[in-house]
């Protein structure tokens, strides 16, 4: 027999995406008030303008110079597209809080579901909590170059934060946005609604305003047909192989759309307004993102002069030394940099919060399913306040050992970035397979569908993300030293393979997927 529905819903008329939660065996726990702008605002805040370009625009431009970073901006967001619609087509379908891993689950069939939900679950875990290190690592950076500016300049005695200062604004950050994602969701989605505008407003000041500001810019031809091989630098002579790590900070901005589906279960009328913020934060993205990156590189004054220890922000940012160059050129002083670095900073802050309320949702949508050990006690959502706190505690402490290394290792952001992306963007690829291969009649679409050309789109965005996911284990110098080692191969090669052991001689006999929670006449085991 059917359970009693819950209160709130015998109270209110269902809304479809309810209604489709309850066909698919879940009953409503979490409060479904999220509009459409509060859903985008929180997607647009996942994938975030500055924070993606900016920490690897520097190392982006040195494999192969203006020409290659730029035009593969735009390379990127044109396969990310692909990638975009095959999701929003699935997400109308399954407007459930677990998202990928619930897609990944159905879309499999009964067979294959539990190891395909397995897989997708655990590497969009590792990847969102892994994304959570790469906001506190990017936000510290930035926050290492407005001290140091504030205090003088690298060549003025400014205070150049050590590391052990630098990991302590690490684990002060990941900390911050734990104690904050532990507040009701209305506060989450209120920072999220000020983070899109501090977004669209911050990046359309830097975009305008660095241009205008720069004594000489450079020419429309240097930006977009100048290559020139940072060999000296990077030790990497081959230029197609400079050319695909010059796309790596493409790459790792254009993904994240996928937080809209983390919060379907919580947004009203999802099945609509989930597909319209995944496609939207893409286009706003994609636009906004080409923009930022051509006002960096026409405000470059001098290639070489970027990357020496010497110069003003001791050449550890890039992005730091352009706005430093622009303003102290005209003005003689710091102050502008200073102040368009804090609205960096604070998208870092913004983009941070939001990946970990996205990295609560999946700990607690797996442990709700049994997928983590100790699960029952990750699963417990707050009584009154009802988000799930200990799944967002349990991510920042996960986050903070990730950020351990910094003390001792130089290539810590590389590897966080790494294991985060592939994790992340491994996840996609999961549920968009099983959607490609599966037989056309068990789909059951939503209101966006893409018909006959559900296929070769999922075809094309599954090649990409094997294709995206490969080049973000290649090392990123040579030669292949401890000190530039990309040890995330090997970081993720140790994880995934103890999580695939746990399945082979466990997990398996047990672990079904998507547990029901709703007993329906009619539903299916």
């Known amino acids: 027999m059917g359970q009693i529905q819950p209160e709130s819903t015998m109270l209110r008329g269902m809304d479809s995406a309810e209604k489709r939660l309850n066909e698919l065996g879940y009953k409503q726990e ?32 040195q494999y192969a110079g203006p020409a290659s970073l730029v035009w593969g901006w735009v390379v990127v967001s044109f396969f990310t597209w692909f990638v ?31 190891f395909s939900s397995w897989c997708c679950a655990w590497l969009e875990t590792i990847g969102l909590i892994a994304g959570i290190g790469t906001q506190a690592y990017a936000g510290s950076q930035t926050l290492q170059s407005i001290i140091l500016l ?26 911050i946005w734990a104690v904050l994602n532990t507040f009701a969701l209305e506060v989450i989605a209120l920072i999220d609604i000020i983070s899109i505008w501090w977004q669209v407003i ?49 790459q790792y901005s254009l993904y994240g759309y996928d937080a809209a589906a983390h919060l379907t279960e919580e947004t009203k009328g999802a099945d609509k307004n989930g597909p319209t913020a995944i496609l939207s934060s893409i286009g706003i993205i994609s636009v906004f993102g080409w923009a930022y990156i051509l006002a960096l590189t026409f405000c470059i004054q001098d290639f070489s002069y970027l990357y020496d220890p010497t110069n003003e922000t001791a050449g550890a940012f890039v992005p730091a030394q352009i706005l430093y160059d622009a303003f102290h050129g005209r003005y003689h002083n710091a102050a502008g940099a200073i102040i368009l670095l804090f609205v960096i900073w604070g998208s870092f802050f913004f983009g941070g919060l939001s990946i970990t309320t996205s990295a609560a949702r999946v700990v607690y949508a797996l442990s709700r399913d049994k997928g983590i050990p100790f699960s029952t006690i990750w699963r417990q959502v707050h009584p009154k306040r009802k988000v799930p706190s200990n799944a967002v505690w349990l991510c920042a402490a996960i986050c903070i050992i990730l950020g351990l290394p910094i003390l001792k290792v130089n290539v810590v952001f590389t ?12 996840g996609y690829a999961v549920p968009i397979f099983a959607r490609m291969v599966m037989d056309e009649k068990s789909f059951k679409p939503g209101p966006f569908y893409l018909g006959r050309a559900s296929r070769p789109v999922c075809l094309i965005a599954f090649l990409w993300i094997c294709y ?19 040890y995330a ?15 082979v001689l466990d997990a398996r006999k047990w672990f079904k997927g998507p547990v029901r929670n709703i007993d329906l006449p009619n539903a299916h085991k």
């Open 30 to 61: 979490l409060r479904r008030e999220m509009t459409l702008f509060k859903t985008l605002a929180i997607s647009f805040s996942t994938m975030t303008l500055f924070t993606g370009i900016t920490p690897l625009y520097g190392s982006s431009l």
């Open 84 to 114: 975009g619609i095959a999701m929003a087509e699935i997400c109308s379908s399954f407007p459930t809080t677990g998202s990928l891993y619930f897609w990944a689950a159905h879309l499999a069939g009964p067979k294959w579901g539990p």
């Open 150 to 175: 504030c205090t003088g300049t690298n060549k003025d005695g400014g205070y150049f934060a050590p590391k052990w200062l630098f990991l302590c604004m690490y684990v002060g950050l990941t900390l």
């Open 202 to 250: 911050g990046g359309l000041v830097i975009v305008i305003m660095l241009p205008l500001v720069s004594l000489t810019t450079k020419s429309a031809s240097y930006v977009f047909t100048n290559f020139e091989m940072g060999t000296e630098s990077t030790g990497i002579s081959s230029k197609p192989y400079a050319v695909i790590l010059s796309f790596l900070v493409s």
């Open 415 to 426: 590897a966080i970035t790494s294991i985060c992306t592939i994790g992340w963007v491994g």
């Open 468 to 486: 995206t996911c490969s080049v973000f284990l290649l090392p990123t110098y040579y030669p292949v030293k401890w000190d530039t080692f990309n």
């Open 489 to 503: 191969p090997v970081a993720l090669g140790v994880g995934l393979g103890l999580i695939m052991l746990w399945w």
